[in-house]
């Protein structure tokens, strides 16, 4: 089924209500779960200008994946978000304007949590005196978290940590600094680039840092040492990418695209505007979330584990 994305001048509630997504919607969700899909999406849209200039089909593509991944859109949840991005060449033209599809770290707790093969799984900021370096005989790394809750918050962040223990008694803990954390999110993060470049707090990384590092620390954990069930290697592959003629694409994220490129998007063969450009998309810039709302930071942890 080919999924043409209406004229730029048609809005979004029309391209949903083509018969040939109608009836993508009917294949792939089907009953009341899919109308109530089309609504909330719809809805998310109506609300929100940015997401609304982008091009139609990368909104319904992102839309499907949560789906596809039984994950609820609400941005209070922050399961997953549909995120705006402007492609630029190098010149400062600009391209196109693409909605693309994150998981939100609580969502890669879900989805791990789904396999029913993990016993414990947290990811966490590390404060200034609670970080002890590493065993000197195993390696591991070392912690003494501070108990009481208003004395930890008054202290500074230095580091990320997180961890898991399987059913099977298997455990792995990894430790980043933020200092590495900063550097990571400045080498694969082209709209954070961006922000630090003009002075701008746009980005999910600039509004959210801390949120954003939980995410990365977990999809190194999970990626590397964790069981990795079928909708967790899908929301691997497909968070933080946009789809281009039935193909994800990764606008922002380049740590996700080593040997994905090509990677085909399981929705059928959803038409997209050619580029004929021919120019490369390098520059990125004023991303948004659904419903036009960032992760909101929690206040509340739960008990520091030691």
């Not at 609504?39 to 839309?63: D, K, M, R, Y």
């Not at 492609?87 to 196109?96: A, M, Q, S």
């Not at 909605?99 to 200034?128: C, H, N, P, W």
Request: with cysteine; proline share 4%; charged share 25%.
């Amino acid at each position: 089924m080919s999924l043409q994305k209406p004229a730029k001048s048609g809005n979004f509630s029309s391209f949903m209500a083509t018969t040939a997504v109608k009836q993508k919607v009917a294949d792939v969700i089907g009953g009341e779960r899919g109308q109530s899909f089309i609504t909330h999406i719809v809805s998310a849209v109506s609300t929100n200008p940015q997401l609304a200039a982008c091009e139609h089909s990368t909104i319904f593509a992102a839309g499907l994946t949560g789906e596809s991944l039984n994950l609820a859109p609400s941005p209070q949840l922050g399961y997953y978000y549909i995120v705006p991005f402007k492609e630029k060449d190098k010149k400062g033209n600009l391209l196109r304007v693409v909605a693309t599809f994150q998981l939100g770290y609580k969502g890669y707790i879900q989805l791990a949590l789904r396999s029913g093969q993990y016993a414990d799984l947290d990811v966490m900021e590390v404060r200034q005196g609670e970080f002890l370096g590493r065993d000197k005989y195993t390696g591991k790394f070392l912690f003494s978290f501070i108990a009481d809750e208003e004395e930890r918050e008054k202290r500074e962040v230095i580091g990320y940590m997180a961890y898991f223990e399987l059913l099977n008694g298997f455990k792995k803990t990894i430790y980043w600094s933020k200092s590495k954390m900063e550097e990571h999110a400045k080498t694969y993060s082209q709209s954070y680039k961006y922000d630090l470049k003009a002075d701008k707090k746009e980005s999910f990384w600039s509004k959210n840092f801390d949120q954003m590092a939980f995410k990365t620390m977990l999809r190194q954990l999970l990626g590397k040492w964790g069981i990795m069930s079928l909708e967790m290697q899908t929301g691997f592959i497909k968070d933080e990418s946009a789809e281009k003629d039935g193909k994800i694409e990764y606008v922002d994220n380049q740590d996700l695209t080593a040997g994905l490129e090509n990677m085909p998007i399981d929705y059928g063969n959803i038409q997209l505007d050619d580029d004929e450009s021919g120019k490369p998309r390098v520059n990125f810039e004023e991303p948004e979330p659904l419903f036009n709302q960032t992760p909101q930071p929690e206040n509340n942890k739960d008990e520091a584990k030691k």
